[in-house]
Each structure stands twice: as C-alpha cells, then as structure tokens.
C-alpha cells in the first residue's frame, strides 16, 4: 500500500430508469445488502479518510438507508456527467490525497483490485482500471499508441469505426492525485455527442500533462460489472452467491448444489457442515461442527450448535439450536427461542421467546411462547401455551421431567412443577403441584340409541 492517504467519490446519482422501480437503483440488493453498501464495504480495507457519496435521486432514502456517519454526503441536483458529478465532489477532497473514484452500481468490485490500482496510481500517475471484453458496447474505449502508452478515452457514442474495434474498455474507476484531478475537472468541456461533461476526458489531460496512465485489471469481469437493470442485478446476484458457496465449500462445507444456496448476511461455520438445496441463510448466521440443513430451510440471525439435525421446510429466527437437537421438519423458531441442546422439535410446532431445556422434546402440532421450561420435559402433541390475555403476555414455568399429555391447553401465567404430569385435553389454569397427575375432567357419555342422520329423498 502506498503511503499517501486516501480520499474515496462513489458515484451514486444515476436515476436508474431501467430498474422500473421506486426504490432508488443504489439500494437494491444484491446478497440482502444495498449495491451502494457492497462498494462502501470494499473501500473499507482501504481505510480511506474520506468517503464522499454523491446522491441524486431518492437522495434522502439513499442516505436514511445506507446511515453512516463516515460519510460526506454530496448532492448532485442536476446529472450532467460523471465529470461533473465527480467535480461536485471535489471542495470535500484534499489535495494530497490519491482520489478513487467509484461507481454506486458496481457492486461486485474487490478491495485487493482497487488496493492494487491505488498502488499503480501512487502519487506521480493515474491509475486506470480498464478490462478485455468480448463485447464492449456501450463501454468507453482506452485508445493506445504505438508503444503500447494509453492516450485518451473514447466514448461509444463518440468513437470512430477503428476506435470501436478496440476491446479494452473502460470500467470507470480510477485512482488520482487530488489536486491534478481538481484541476482537470475544472477544464472539462461537455462539447461531445451526449453533452455531458466526461470524467473520461481527464486522461487525455494527464497524458498531455506528462502523467502516465497505468493500467490494472479486475480479477473477473463481474467485478467491474454496473447493475442498470433487473436481469443484470439477478446475473451479479448468482455470481455472488456462487462466490459464496465456494467460500464455504473451501473452509469445509458440503453444499449439495452450490447453485441452490443463497447466503444474505455473514455466514460462520465449523467443519463438516452439509447445506442441502435451497437453504437461505440471513443475516449472521454461525454453524458448528457436524450440523446437517435439510432442504428448504431458512435461518436468519441464529446460533446452530455442534451435531445438529435440522431437517427439511424450517423457518429459524433469533433463535439458539443447542448441541445435537433435531429439528423439523416444519418446525418455526422465533425470536427468543434458546434450546439448550439435545432437544427434539418437530413438525408444525412453533417456539418464541422461550427457554428450552436440556433434552426436552416438543415433538407434535404445539405453541411454546413465552415460556421457561426444565430439562427432559415431554410435550405431548397439540400443546398450546396460552400466553396472550388479549392485552399482556404472562410467562409458563413447566418444572425438570414434567409431561402434558396432548391437547392440553396451559393458560399462563401458569407454573407445572417438576415430574408433574398433566392429562390430555387439560385445561390448566391454576399450578399443576410437583409429582401429582393434574387433569380437567370431561365426563364421557353415550347417548343410547341415536342414528346419523340420513340424506333427504
Ligand atoms: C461510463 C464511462 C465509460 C465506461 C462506463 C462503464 C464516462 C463519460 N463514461 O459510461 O467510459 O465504459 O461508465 O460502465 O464516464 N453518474 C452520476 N452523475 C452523472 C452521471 C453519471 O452520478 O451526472 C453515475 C451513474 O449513477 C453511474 C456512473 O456515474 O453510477 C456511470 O454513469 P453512466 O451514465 O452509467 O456512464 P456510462 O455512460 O455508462
Ligand atoms: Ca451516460
């Protein structure tokens, strides 16, 4: 890394009419994170000493959302170019610093790319970042002389026929000396095809100032790619849970298809860990040794623990999966759901804010919420933890070795002591005492005699 401190512009006015959105092309996102914060997040490692983001449409949402104090907010009103916008930049730059300039809408570019450009660029050259494609449409051309040296930037709107067979392209980011680039801007002119003031045109301006242009390039071509409409953002967004996939893969994991995971947050894992199709984790996501994710399963912000089972069709929130439970299938765990380890949750049954303890099974059809409940407890199919009075939630307090028997009903707030047994179909509204059966009683009868009714003739 070069020594000289470092002053980043993330171009982000672009109205991105192609999207066909509301929401503002910058925070669309791609892995569950806005475009503009993937960018934010590359420079990062640079450690820059400012940040300008330069903001124009859904200004305020760009900011509201993205919410970083780091920032130097600068508004471009009008969009005249990406010289210009650039420009509106320049009165929060310091002179000696080295500029990089990005793009709001490149979302994939890595922070060893851009560190190597910064580097190129040092204090005395311009550094450009320019990549080979196959079909450079649309893209900027890096025009060279007879030794190789880059001479300007040709626009494809601007360009020649010799000049449109070029296939080195310009993506756009480029690193700079502060005071060079300000002086550049302020001779920009906008007399070209679109009228814009050009940031293109500043490199045509270093050569003739004696500047050498160095030129880098990307790892892969997604790095410099720019999202401008939906079936672009869904083409970067495989390639990046591709990525993803492979960063698991390499530190362990088993992903049955790589091309059926996607990862939308920060992703921890042990070893031995099998992920099977179409599994989505969110948010932060750690998973120890020896953990199976059956297929169809979603997890957001949840702690898996060592040896875990969780079989297919399972929603996890906010939860605590303790060592060697088994969950699912169809198994719901909401926010606050701490099982401490051993347990056994199974189909269509849904836990909040609840303490599970050691060993404890809630295996059938059953509502747990609010709830602390002991070690080795059985709950039998169709319990429901009646918590909520229709104004206040109250808490159940179910002792160690306790078991109700199905479709029993404990309206809280309501405490069923140790080794406490509760009948089927119980509805418990007082404590149910340690040891004791516990039963609401429903007399069974017969009635002599009595015919199903038959249909009308
Ligand atoms: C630009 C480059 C072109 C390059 C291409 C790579 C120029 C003149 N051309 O072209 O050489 O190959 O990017 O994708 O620089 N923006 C603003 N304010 C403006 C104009 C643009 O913030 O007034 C932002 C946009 O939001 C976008 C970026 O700058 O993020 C690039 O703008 P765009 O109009 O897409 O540039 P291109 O014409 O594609
Ligand atoms: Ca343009």
Redesign the pocket.
């Known amino acids: 890394m070069t020594t000289n401190k470092l002053n980043v512009i993330i171009?982000?006015?672009?109205q991105?009419t192609r999207m066909k959105s509301s929401l503002p092309?910058?925070l669309h996102p791609l892995g569950g994170k806005p475009l503009l914060a993937h960018v934010i997040d590359a420079t990062k490692s640079l450690n820059p000493a400012k940040l300008a983001v330069?903001y124009?449409h859904g200004g305020q949402q760009v900011r509201d959302t993205i919410n970083d104090a780091k920032i130097l907010w600068v508004e471009?009103t009008?969009?005249?170019?990406?010289?210009?916008?650039v420009n509106q930049a320049i009165p929060q730059i310091d002179e000696d610093s080295i500029v990089l300039v990005l793009?709001?809408?490149?979302p994939l570019i890595n922070s060893g790319t851009l560190s190597d450009l910064v580097y190129q660029a040092g204090n005395d050259h311009l550094g450009l970042l320019t990549v080979h494609l196959d079909n450079p449409t649309?893209?900027?051309r890096i025009a060279r002389d007879a030794h190789g040296k880059v001479k300007y930037?040709i626009?494809q709107k601007d360009a020649n026929s010799e000049e449109l067979k070029i296939s080195e392209?310009?993506?756009?980011i480029l690193a700079v000396n502060g005071a060079k680039l300000k002086q550049w801007l302020s001779q920009l002119k906008n007399n070209n095809s679109?009228g814009?003031y050009?940031?293109?045109d500043i490199i045509a301006m270093a050569v003739s100032d004696k500047v050498d242009v160095k030129t880098t390039h990307p790892v892969g071509e997604e790095e410099v790619l720019?999202v401008?409409s939906r079936s672009q953002l869904a083409h970067l967004e495989r390639h990046y849970q591709r990525q993803q996939a492979e960063m698991l893969m390499a530190q362990g994991v088993t992903i049955i298809d790589p091309g059926r995971i996607d990862i939308r947050g920060e992703v921890t894992v042990g070893r031995d860990i099998t992920l099977d199709v179409n599994v989505v984790l969110e948010g932060k996501v750690s998973i120890a040794d020896n953990v199976m994710i059956g297929a169809n399963c979603v997890i957001r912000d949840s702690v898996i623990e060592a040896g875990v089972t969780i079989k297919p069709m399972c929603v996890i929130e906010e939860a605590r999966v303790g060592k060697e439970a088994i969950i699912g299938p169809y198994s719901r765990l909401r926010p606050g759901a701490d099982l401490a380890g051993g347990n056994h949750i199974g189909n269509f049954v849904e836990i909040k804010n609840s303490h599970i303890g050691l060993g404890s099974k809630v295996n059938h059809l059953t509502y747990i919420g609010d709830t602390d409940m002991g070690t080795g407890v059985n709950i039998g199919a169709g319990t429901i933890t009646a918590n909520y009075d229709g104004a206040n939630k109250h808490r159940t307090i179910i002792g160690d070795n306790a078991s109700t028997g199905s479709n029993s009903v404990l309206i809280a707030p309501v405490k069923v002591g140790k080794g406490a047994t509760i009948g089927a179909g119980t509805i418990l509204r007082k404590e149910a005492p340690a040891g004791e059966l516990t039963l609401t009683v429903i007399k069974q009868k017969t009635v002599e005699g009595w015919k199903r009714p038959t249909k009308n003739k």
Not at 103 to 106: P, S
């Open positions: 171009l982000a006015a672009g991105g092309k910058v330069v124009g471009q009008e969009q005249l170019g990406t010289g210009h916008a793009y709001g809408d490149v649309g893209y900027g930037i626009e392209s310009n993506t756009g679109q814009e050009y940031l293109t720019g401008n």
